[in-house]
């Protein structure tokens, strides 16, 4: 079992930037597939991106393709998301979770179904 943490979430600027970070703890942190979700007020919860084990290949929502960045540091065992060009419509309450499904041994998963573990989320808000 993997416990997560995120920090790096804020008050911004529309046009403003923020990184937010993920931190693992408790379980081999290569085991497990990365991703960011985060829910709006009213929304579902919505994935934005996600990583690869070894950090090769990344997958994004369509809306923050070219905004934001999915990383991984196998040693530190974080993993972040770097958020460029922020847009009062990202405002979210972002999370960060594991997977280690079958499925995510093969293709990257995108569904909140595949990830098990989850942090307890960062509110990132942005005006305009």
């Known amino acids: 079992q993997v416990t997560l943490v995120e920090s790096g979430g804020g008050l911004v600027q529309a046009g403003g930037s923020l990184r937010l970070s993920c931190a693992a703890s408790?379980?081999?942190?290569?085991?497990?597939?990365m991703g960011w979700f985060r829910q709006a007020p009213g929304k579902d919860r919505e994935f934005v991106g996600g990583?690869?084990?070894?950090?090769?290949?990344?997958v994004y929502l369509d809306s923050v393709k070219g905004r934001f960045t999915i990383s991984r540091d196998n040693v530190k065992n974080t993993v972040y998301l770097q958020m460029n060009s922020l847009k009062p419509e990202d405002t979210a309450v972002y999370f960060c979770?594991?997977?280690?499904?079958?499925?995510?041994?093969?293709?990257?998963?995108?569904?909140?179904?595949?990830?098990?573990?989850w942090g307890q989320g960062t509110q990132v808000t942005v005006s305009s």
């Open positions: 990583i690869s084990r070894a950090g090769r290949r990344t």
């Open positions: 408790g379980s081999t942190f290569m085991s497990y597939q």
């Open positions: 979770a594991a997977s280690s499904s079958p499925a995510s041994l093969t293709v990257l998963v995108t569904s909140p179904l595949e990830y098990r573990n």
